[in-house]
Every structure is written in C-alpha cells, then in structure tokens.
C-alpha cells in the first residue's frame, strides 16, 4: 500500500573518498580509501523526526548531503516517495522535481548563504526561483518563517557578515522551511545557539512534525534529540551501530550510545583519577 511507503528509504549507503596521492596509483600502489559512510540503511516516513547521532566524524553530515543530492554517493540507494532519486548525479539533481521537495540546513551556517544576499534575499531566493511567490506574498511569507524561526524583524536587511553564527543559523533554517519541504534535514540547528533559541528551533521542528513533515536532525546534544526525535540512528565510524524507537531507548542510553559507552565510562573513570590526583596533598 503507497500510504505505508516511507517517505525516504536509505538502502546500503556508501561514500568512499580515495586517500593519499593518486600519482602513486599509476606507479602501482594500491589505492586506498576511506568509507565516510559505510552500509548504512534506514527509513523515515511523513511526519518522523529521526536523529542522526553519533561523534564527531562518524559520517553524519557526509549521509545529509548524500541524501540532498549534493554529493554523489559511492553506492547504495536513496529512494524518496518511491523514486530512486541516488543515481541521477548530484550536478544535475538542481533540475530535478525533488529538489524542492528536500531542504537542508548546513552544520556551517555560511556554508548555504551567499554574502551578496541580504537575510530576506536569502530567505526569498528558493521562493523566487521556484516562482511560488513574489511582491506583499513574498514579504509576508519571508516575515512569517522569520518570526517560526525567532529571527528578529530588523536583521532581515543584514548581509551574512552582520550577523552572528546563530542569527546565520536561523536565516539559513528560516530559508529552507520557506518553502515548505517534505523533508528536511538540519545539520546541528542548534549548536550556534542559545538556550533559548534552540528551544524555538526545537519547538518547530515539534510542529513541522505535526504537519507532516518528515525531519533528520542532526546533533551532538542528546538533551535535544531525546525530546524531538521519535526515531535514533546512531552511527559509529561510518557504519550504522542500530536503530531504536523511542519507546525502546531511554534518554540515559541514548547518551551512552552516542558517545560509544564503554568509551565514555573508560574516560570519566581516567577524569576521576586525574582529579583525584590532582586532590591529594
Ligand atoms: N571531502 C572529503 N574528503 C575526504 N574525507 C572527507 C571529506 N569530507 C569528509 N571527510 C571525512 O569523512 C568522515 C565523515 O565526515 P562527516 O563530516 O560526515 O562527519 P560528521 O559525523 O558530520 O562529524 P561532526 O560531528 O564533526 O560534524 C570524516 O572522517 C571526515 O574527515
Ligand atoms: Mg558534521
């Protein structure tokens, strides 16, 4: 039945980059690689939020650009509303009907604005190219995702360069939920932000949910993926360490899976010995 199909289905995903020096291949040397992203297969359906977890590099902004097109993935599948959307290559996926439809929030807030582009022209730009909108429709639009995102009124005349990591943040999360994708992908929202200012993000993502939106949000801060996430994939070095529904994990496990457990336990017993040391007379 096309109503159980999930939105998107990863299947098998794989990005190798070559390393070292490819001159020495020629002469012989066997080529090496590293696997970014290394069979790693999960679901999400309309109105999921998934959290993608796990430590640094472990693959997690590499698997949100394979799954925006805008990396080319070494191998795998990425089919999106029943679509095979993973072999058309990532320099054309620009014209293709889905390009609309998944919007992605970069880890590096500058990363997706132009510095040319005032806060509105950033926000209007997808509205405008996708010709949805324009004149007092497009004002008001802009203002109403600003106001979603807490992004104040008077910053939307502002360049990049004006504004701070957090207020970039949000112009960039403000733009990609304009045009109301089916799914979204925010790349660490919230690190940039404040305590407040995260919960507005963390709030939207709750509603976005509701209107059946289907989100992958992508954090270190397990306070902030317990709470929204219906669904955790956690990675480890590439490859996928398991799946869980909320129901089956607590928020304790979550932490402890995210920073690889026994790691962690091994590290506040060395950090214990270290103060007590530094304790004793
Ligand atoms: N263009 C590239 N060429 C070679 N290696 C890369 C490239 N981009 C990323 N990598 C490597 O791929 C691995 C995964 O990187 P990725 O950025 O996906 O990690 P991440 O989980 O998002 O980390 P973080 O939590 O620090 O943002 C890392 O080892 C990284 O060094
Ligand atoms: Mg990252």
């Given at each position: 039945m096309t109503s159980d199909r999930p939105l998107l289905a990863v299947d098998g995903l794989r990005k190798l980059y070559p390393m070292g020096k490819h001159r020495l291949w020629r002469r012989g040397a066997a080529p090496s690689f590293l696997h970014a992203v290394d069979g790693v297969s999960f679901t999400?359906?309309?109105?999921?939020?998934?959290?993608?977890?796990?430590?640094?590099?472990?693959?997690?902004?590499?698997?949100?650009?394979?799954?925006?097109?805008?990396?080319?993935?070494?191998?795998?599948?990425?089919?999106?509303?029943?679509?095979?959307?993973?072999?058309?290559?990532?320099?054309?996926?620009?014209?293709?009907?889905?390009?609309?439809?998944?919007?992605?929030?970069?880890?590096d807030a500058t990363d997706g604005l132009n510095p040319r582009f005032t806060a509105f022209r950033a926000i209007a730009d997808p509205l405008l190219r996708l010709r949805r909108l324009s004149g007092t429709a497009l004002r008001t639009r802009v203002e109403e995702v600003a106001r979603l995102t807490g992004l104040p009124q008077e910053l939307l005349s502002r360049f990049p360069h004006q504004l701070s990591g957090g207020q970039k943040a949000r112009v960039g999360i403000a733009r990609a939920i304009a045009v109301e994708p089916r799914l979204l992908i925010l790349d660490e929202p919230t690190s940039a932000l404040g305590v407040k200012q995260a919960g507005v993000v963390l709030r939207y993502i709750l509603q976005a949910r509701e209107r059946g939106v289907a989100v992958i949000?992508?954090?270190?801060?397990?306070?902030?993926?317990?709470?929204?996430?219906n669904r955790f994939v956690i990675l480890n070095r590439g490859k996928l360490m398991g799946t869980w529904n909320k129901g089956e994990i607590s928020r304790d496990e979550l932490i402890r899976m995210m920073s690889g457990g026994a790691e962690l336990d091994a590290l506040t017993h060395e950090l214990e010995g270290v103060l007590d040391e530094a304790a004793a007379p």
């Open positions: 999400i359906g309309r109105g999921e939020t998934v959290g993608l977890v796990g430590e640094s590099g472990c693959g997690k902004s590499t698997i949100a650009r394979l799954i925006a097109r805008l990396l080319d993935p070494s191998d795998g599948s990425l089919r999106f509303a029943g679509e095979e959307i993973g072999r058309v290559p990532a320099r054309h996926f620009g014209r293709a009907p889905q390009r609309a439809q998944i919007q992605m929030v970069f880890q949000f992508i954090t270190h801060n397990p306070h902030h993926a317990y709470p929204v996430g």
